[in-house]
């Protein structure tokens, strides 16, 4: 098993966790801030487009910092922003 499937702690095997882009919450807020495109919103949250395309397509799971910088940018919280999805 590697380190993708599973971690370690204590002695105990448990599931990778990670946050995935809730797209309809992302594409409304954005849509509302005036942002439609990737371009847009890509320059809205301070990343770029393919940070954004990546997200969208579940390739990319952000820092904790970066998420909670689009949540406040967006005006809602990171639990409204994000799922969480076994890895």
Excluded: Y
Excluded at 12 to 40: H, M, N, S, W, Y
Excluded at 44 to 55: F, K, P, S
């Amino acid at each position: 098993m590697s380190a993708a499937d599973s971690a370690t702690e204590g002695g105990t095997t448990a599931a990778l966790v990670i946050a995935a882009l809730r797209t309809d919450v992302f594409d409304a807020l954005t849509a509302k801030l005036g942002a439609t495109t990737e371009v847009q919103r890509a320059r809205l949250i301070g990343v770029d487009r393919a940070t954004i395309r990546r997200m969208r397509e579940r390739q990319f799971a952000p820092r904790l910092a970066i998420a909670m910088r689009m949540a406040e940018t967006l005006g809602t919280t990171v639990d409204d922003l994000f799922e969480q999805v076994a890895a």
